[in-house]
């Protein structure tokens, strides 16, 4: 299975400033997922990153509040843009192995706060 | 849309109780997986189902899929406390995204 690191692994930010989290992959995937997790609640996925296209964003995520960046087959950012509490969450990033369809791998999480 | 919806919310058992956590979609699915979340960790996958009808073992857990594949179920004999955290289910329709249900915390007295 790959091996997914994130950064920075927590943040307190200012209400109204920008946080860039980065997850970096030790191999090569297609598919790379941005997930937010809120404490003790299930994983709400925010986007598909697919290289070398746009994200994908689900329902209730756009772009202008959550840009994603996939330069290459092992890396991809998630800026979470002008920040307010309601932020505060935990945002992780998965890919999914090329061994099994589906089963994906999760990154250890990034843990922003928002005051 | 797709939904997954997992009960119970809440377990606390004592150690050797067994413990089953149940996972219902809203449709029919093409896959399930299920994960486990250790307190302040990550999900970490356990094992993904196909088959309607299909069964799996992992020691003391038993993984099942329904015969319509749109439940499942996760049980565990004998808890012990290295099986504490939060177990979820996640579904995956034909050609759509993985949709997780909302987690069943088990918590194990010793």
């Known amino acids: 299975s790959a091996v997914i690191s994130q950064k920075p692994s927590r943040d307190i930010c200012q209400r109204g400033t920008s946080l860039t989290i980065q997850c970096q992959v030790d191999s090569q995937v297609t598919m790379m997922f941005w997930y937010r997790q809120q404490p003790g609640q299930s994983l709400t996925l925010i986007a598909t990153a697919n290289q070398g296209s746009e994200a994908t964003y689900e329902s209730g995520f756009v772009i202008d509040k959550f840009p994603i960046s996939r330069p290459n087959l092992t890396f991809s950012t998630l800026t979470v843009s002008n920040m307010s509490p309601e932020d505060s969450s935990i945002y992780l990033c998965?890919?999914?192995?090329?061994?099994?369809?589906?089963?994906?791998?999760f990154g250890p999480g990034t843990r922003l706060t928002v005051t | 849309g797709q939904q997954v919806m997992q009960i119970p919310q809440y377990q606390h058992v004592q150690e050797g109780e067994d413990f089953t956590t149940y996972c219902n979609s809203s449709t029919t699915l093409s896959n399930i997986q299920w994960y486990k979340q250790r307190p302040g960790g990550h999900p970490v996958f356990l094992i993904q189902l196909v088959k309607s009808g299909e069964v799996k073992k992992q020691k003391r857990l038993t993984f099942q899929f329904g015969e319509a594949k749109k439940n499942s179920s996760l049980h565990i004999t004998a808890t012990q406390t290295t099986d504490v955290g939060t177990y979820f289910c996640?579904?995956?329709?034909?050609?759509?995204?993985?949709?997780f249900g909302a987690g069943t915390i088990l918590r194990v007295k010793s």
């Open positions: 998965s890919v999914e192995d090329l061994g099994g369809p589906y089963e994906q791998y």
């Open positions: 996640a579904g995956t329709e034909y050609g759509n995204k993985l949709v």
